[in-house]
């Protein structure tokens, strides 16, 4: 089922609007989710990489030229982190990402981004049986860690943050995106980036630590869908398609929402990247708790200051929502999403500057790491912006330094 | 080009044999490759994987069913660790292997086991310049690493290692295996297996490790290929397919032959995996030195005594081949592959109790370990057999033991 691009999203009805609140508002409480009356679920081709391609307002030569350089195909060679060493880079790590997101090039699925990762895998006739939901839940924790993610937690679906339709890529026109029957959990996994190359941020260079979790996360999200078939249950391996996945991390007790309008997560600060498998494997939802994290971000403007097209807001959390690709009707820090956007393709690769400068963008292998978290997630919040701030700028690593590194 | 799989091996010319003794002759020495008049090249047509679907000597219900079985197609049911969850985790981690090896099957190509995997991206019309081919090997070799391989070596191109034809998988016949000019060097990477699964061969669960680094090789081989494609130069992603990996292993450093057919390296004893890119990057080879660990060998028997088929040898290496799955001229210890593989078949799944029981298999994260491989490869090599011997027979980890691991 499909429908054109321009197709208005339906009314959510009173109905639904009682029905969401009776089923998540206290935990919307918990979170510290405000969502108003003009809640509107999100529609794929609104969002910035879709409009690149059909939204004149948004599509130009610098665009274009951005999605060709992924193949190669519009190498600037404006220098250091720009040159032909640092795309070549960058485009390997992407390449097992886009070997899955090119496979349903026929059918319009763009496999993690515009469609859900295609089954490769039957569910078995044969359920495994499951007695104890909490150790099956400590089970694929420990598997997708196994596998490689570097966070895992679980929480209910939640269609409010479901695309209310994908996009169909051979066209460009709206697609169902109703999930199989029987989704009843969502498993969130991080990524954690490679920490020296998002120090090169802004440069080709450092889009590699972007493209290798994307590679990694493909990965990682097709075996653990693939087990929990094997087991005889549903399981819908998804990157960025289907859902928005913020909500659902923040949900799962990841981390929680920053300033950058990245979640935050205690063990990488923002340096992380998500993906989520929907199943029907019985599990137990994590409970999250306050963590302190966006506490901090209200009294520290360090990634919108440094963000060179000033696409970042300095003020508190609005609803303000003047742009197709902003949500409607959820009170948080929302980027202008046209400068950001616009910067990226002048840049020619994925900008991340204010995941770079982010006070929790830390490794954590070190006492005094360990101990400035703990301050800035508690009430030593003031002392460690000032120790935070006495440490100057945040240098970026330049991209030659990079290279010559043992 | 095609040719039905009963064509005879060509004879290898006189002088064919010549230029090899002049230009392999030196490092064969070194390396203790002892090569004799009878070497002809391997024909991967004789393979026990690829005999198991013509040769009916090899192919079986048992046969059949182990291939079945990584479909979830036979499942056994024999109780721990070969369960429903068992078989659900090994076919699993396999999965990102698969979806390589299953894109080529209409043209034949098992990308990764019967052909080298297609390439992703063209190679850059503009050559980056290395000026200097050592900075370039060090280079390569941290790219690699940091797309997660463990190990990393450079040698030359010894075309004897090459089979000498591929196998068409749509009707077996023999198939063209050469490769595209320019090619110089190779780059071997190792793939460290999970220690605590490999502690429960024999398993259906245990195949998790092996299938793991499978997936594991086949992103990291495309994209370290990808990237040498995008500086402008030919690199040709392998897996098992197009050359024998252990003597090119070997040759580039990363360890020593040992009695259980498995490359031992001073890391992970022989707990690894190996892929291998064929480039015409100008790299400066490995020179690799004596380690020690074969040496232990020639006194130990521990993989031979515990292998229930009784395939492997007790005695010295040898030239004898009597299975047309064993190459031809080399001294070496040779498994008998076809009570090997009889007794993978019948357990479902691949064994590797040999990896496991070998006294090399050890983490190294400890210091006893680390004496103990001193010791193992020097001069005090009876006293850690003492050693290893007084600890006893290494137990297998019980399979639901490694289920209720935290």
């Not at 997101?101 to 049986?129: C, H, K, L, Y």
């Not at 954590?364 to 978290?373: A, H, N, T």
Request: aromatic share 10%.
């Amino acid at each position: 089922m499909s429908w054109p691009r321009n197709t208005p999203e339906p009314e959510v009805t009173p109905e639904q609007r009682v029905e969401w609140q009776q089923r998540f508002g206290e935990s919307d409480r918990a979170l510290g989710f405000e969502i108003s009356k003009d809640f509107k679920p999100f529609a794929q081709i609104n969002d910035m990489f879709t409009r690149a391609f059909w939204d004149p307002a948004i599509k130009s030569a610098d665009s274009d030229g951005f999605f060709a350089s992924y193949r190669m195909g519009s190498e600037p060679r404006r220098g250091q982190g720009f040159s032909q060493k640092d795309f070549a880079l960058r485009n390997a790590s992407w390449v097992i990402s886009d070997i899955i997101s090119n496979r349903g090039n026929d059918t319009g699925m763009r496999e993690g981004f515009q469609s859900w990762i295609a089954e490769d895998t039957p569910v078995a006739p044969t359920q495994v049986e499951v007695p104890d939901a909490a150790a099956q839940t400590a089970e694929i924790k420990r598997i997708a860690k196994m596998f490689g993610a570097d966070l895992v937690g679980v929480t209910e679906v939640d269609e409010r943050w479901h695309y209310s339709s994908r996009v169909d890529t051979r066209d460009l026109t709206q697609a169902d995106n109703t999930l199989p029957a029987g989704i009843t959990h969502v498993i969130v996994m991080a990524h954690a980036m490679d920490f020296d190359l998002v120090e090169t941020y802004p440069s080709a260079l450092a889009g590699a630590s972007t493209g290798r979790e994307y590679s990694h996360e493909a990965a990682i999200v097709i075996q653990v869908a693939t087990y929990i078939r094997n087991l005889g249950y549903q399981a819908v391996a998804s990157m960025n398609d289907t859902a928005l996945v913020i909500p659902y991390a923040i949900k799962a007790g990841l981390g929680e929402y920053g300033r950058n309008q990245m979640v935050l997560t205690p063990e990488f600060g923002p340096r992380v990247r998500f993906s989520k498998i929907f199943t029907s494997l019985p599990l137990v939802n994590d409970q999250p708790k306050p963590l302190g994290m966006t506490t901090y971000c209200h009294s520290c403007t360090k990634c919108a200051d440094a963000c060179p097209p000033k696409a970042l807001p300095k003020g508190p959390p609005e609803y303000g929502a003047d742009s197709p690709s902003t949500i409607k009707g959820v009170k948080k820090w929302s980027a202008n999403c046209e400068k950001c956007f616009g910067y990226w393709a002048k840049l020619k690769t994925d900008c991340a500057i204010c995941m770079r400068v982010c006070p929790f963008n830390r490794t954590y292998d070190s006492w005094s790491d360990r101990v400035w978290r703990k301050l800035a997630t508690g009430r030593g919040r003031k002392l460690a912006q000032w120790w935070e701030n006495r440490n100057g700028s945040r240098e970026r690593l330049k991209p030659a330094d990079w290279w010559a590194k043992p």
